[in-house]
């Protein structure tokens, strides 16, 4: 192929994509940067751009923050409960998308459950967490104050009509075809649903499943009301470097950082899902 | 295989009457087409006949044993689809595996089962290949191939070839007839193609409004139509109707349309002297079976006015007003006219098809008079 040659357009198209790059990843940059300077070169002014590098602020967040077990929890509560939406989210949009249950006027009730902002609700499901707590089954259950099963529960009743909503879209885009065909092909309803639906559907449950794990990975508000140490997460983690000696930016960044690097990963890995999901209905045609 | 009745069969979408009370008699081994326009119910009855539709009055029965409750995965029916509906994510050999794997075939069975399907339909080589990577003739071979693994006792097709180009359908449907005769399944057609149900069925039921308006074979469908709308809907280009009033002159039984005089269609005449015949009548006559003339002579008694001259190649369609009625006419290839020329048409007596202008329903029609004998089992429409 020939060399194309290099236009003003050209150049004015990378200054713009270069200068947005700087704009987004800057900040990251600067966080990680951050969490490998000593203390003494943090705050300073002029900033500065070369330093000795130290893992000091990751063993402090590590021993001192114990932020191995927020990791822990964050991972138990955000894989627990996206699991819980997609099973249960999965088979309601199912039944939405092919036998219209409850005419909309149920997908309409579920999505009115998110038309309120989180803090309206917060301070009732802290009663319901404290007195839960207290009975056999919110023990056994772990549904108190500062357990994981009271996040999760949380985290689920959150996502679960986001869930639905965009699955929903999935399943609608399915043939129906598919399904009287493999129906008269000598298969049950729910073995259509295994055998054929839900191989179709597979990028679209990727593209939930990230969306609510995302979510529960950044939870703060909730977290941060209904945990103080055995249940905390990440995000309260990183807020609790705020301290009364003033805010502790090295360990902040080194807990920041870590909290970013598992998403981007995944993001990375479930890239290929997450393109062909989100154009799953345009590609169809 | 098996044979198929259907009993005062109706379906209600909410306040939507899709189908209403059709009865009609399958027999082993028929192929059968339900005809009709879009939304004329043909769609919904064949989807009950599978088990995919909930019946909402109305029986059906395979082999005189009913099976309204029964599941559609226990029907034993096979269906090709309009759209083909092979399993995006398996590929063909797979695909025409589905349903073997259903009923837990082992695998050597399935293989040969598979192997002989796609001999048949000479798709071998397609085995191995994803449905996304075939052309719309190869998908809809293979959805054939697919229902037509498990030797089902009745073959369901849903206008399975309406989305491939001319050529193809022209092949596909000689194909479909040629597997007919070979497999000798009992086959229901979906189509809204007139050509499609005339040359692939032994008979045809022309449903409208989710009726049956006839069943008969194709000649009884095209010659002796039991009513104006099937009349109207066989054939193409469609058949003329003249608005005419029928009125006895001493002793003639005669037509006239304004001023112009008909010859009265000679299988009409017993009806004509019994009384039947209303006053207002339509007349019907195929645009093939009008014979043109440049001079009024004594056949040439209906005057005519070139309104456009279409070349088709194989012939020639002239549309032309006779006087406020417009009419096609079959003509010669070769045949030329003019823009407002003058013509004189003749219609063959013998061709001509009389429908009460009231009810649409045919008089003097063979059809109509069995439909009469056999105690009117077709539910004829009488709007």
């Not at chain 2, 998908?139 to 309406?162: C, K, Y």
Request: aromatic share 10%.
């Amino acid at each position: 192929m020939e060399r194309r040659q290099v236009t003003g357009g050209d150049l004015v198209r990378y200054a713009i994509i270069f200068a947005l790059l700087i704009f987004f990843l800057f900040p990251i940059y600067w966080m990680i940067a951050t969490s490998f300077k000593a203390p003494g070169d943090i705050l300073t002014r002029p900033p500065r751009w070369t330093f000795q590098p130290t893992l000091e602020n990751y063993f402090y967040a590590f021993e001192q923050a114990n932020f191995g077990l927020f990791i822990k929890n964050t991972l138990i509560v955000a894989v627990v409960s996206t699991a819980i939406v997609i099973v249960i989210g999965s088979l309601a949009a199912y039944s939405f998308a092919r036998y219209d249950v409850g005419a909309g006027h149920l997908m309409f009730f579920i999505l009115s459950t998110r038309m309120f902002p989180a803090i309206a609700v917060v301070i009732p499901y802290f009663v319901i967490f404290r007195d839960l707590g207290n009975t056999v089954i919110g023990q056994a259950l772990s549904l108190g104050l500062d357990r994981l099963g009271a996040l999760v529960v949380c985290y689920t009743m959150f996502n679960l009509p986001f869930g639905i909503w965009l699955m929903h879209s999935f399943f609608q885009d399915i043939p129906v075809e598919l399904e009287d065909s493999a129906r008269l092909d000598g298969y049950s309803r729910l073995q259509v649903l295994l055998r054929v639906v839900l191989p179709l559907v597979a990028p679209g449950l990727a593209v939930t499943a990230i969306f609510c794990l995302i979510f529960a990975w950044n939870e703060f508000l909730f977290a941060f009301m209904l945990t103080r140490a055995v249940a905390r997460t990440i995000t309260v983690g990183v807020a609790s470097f705020w301290t009364q000696r003033g805010i502790l930016w090295g360990p902040l960044s080194a807990a920041a950082t870590v909290c970013v690097v598992p998403m981007l990963i995944f993001a990375l890995l479930l890239q290929r899902y997450i393109v062909r999901g989100l154009t799953f209905g345009a590609v169809r045609g | 295989m098996a044979s198929i009745t259907l009993e005062k069969l109706w379906k209600k979408y909410g306040d939507v009457e899709a189908v209403r009370g059709i009865s009609v008699d399958i027999v082993d081994g028929e192929f059968m087409s339900l005809l009709g326009p879009s939304g004329c119910g043909k769609s919904s009855t064949m989807r009950m006949i599978a088990g995919l539709e909930e019946i909402t009055s109305g029986n059906i029965y395979f082999d005189g044993e009913l099976i309204n409750k029964v599941r559609p995965r226990d029907r034993n029916v096979a269906m090709a689809f309009e759209t083909y509906a092979l399993y995006p994510t398996l590929n063909v050999y797979e695909n025409l595996a589905f349903p073997l794997r259903a009923a837990r075939w082992s695998n050597a069975d399935v293989d040969k089962r598979v192997q002989e399907i796609a001999g048949i339909l000479e798709i071998t080589d397609l085995l191995d290949r994803m449905p996304a990577h075939l052309s719309g003739g190869q998908q809809q071979l293979v959805g054939l191939a697919r229902a037509l693994t498990r030797a089902p006792r009745v073959f369901l097709m849903d206008e399975p070839i309406s989305h491939l180009d001319t050529r193809q359908r022209g092949r596909m449907r000689a194909y479909l007839k040629r597997l007919h005769i070979e497999l000798g399944h009992t086959m229901i057609y979906v189509t809204h193609d007139q050509e499609e149900a005339m040359a692939l069925a032994d008979r045809v039921a022309v449903m409208d409004q989710g009726l049956i308006r006839q069943v008969g074979t194709p000649d009884e469908i095209f010659h002796n139509p039991a009513d104006r709308f099937v009349a109207g809907f066989i054939g193409e280009p469609p058949m003329n109707f003249l608005e005419c009033e029928y009125s006895q002159e001493e002793g003639r039984h005669v037509l006239r349309h304004n001023s112009i005089t008909i010859e009265m269609p000679p299988h009409s005449e017993s009806w004509a002297q019994r009384g039947a015949i209303p006053q207002h009548v339509t007349l019907g006559i195929r645009p093939f079976y009008i014979d043109t003339g440049l001079e009024k002579s004594v056949r040439h008694t209906i005057p005519a006015e070139v309104f456009v001259v279409e070349p088709l190649g194989d012939m020639t369609v002239v549309s032309v007003n006779v006087l406020e009625t417009r009419l096609q006419i079959v003509t010669e290839p070769d045949f030329r006219a003019q823009r407002k020329q003058s013509l004189w048409l003749a219609f063959d007596p013998a061709r001509t098809l009389l429908f009460d202008a009231e009810t649409g329903k045919a008089l003097a029609n063979q059809a109509w008079n069995q439909e009469r004998a056999a105690g009117g089992t077709g539910d004829i429409k009488a709007s």
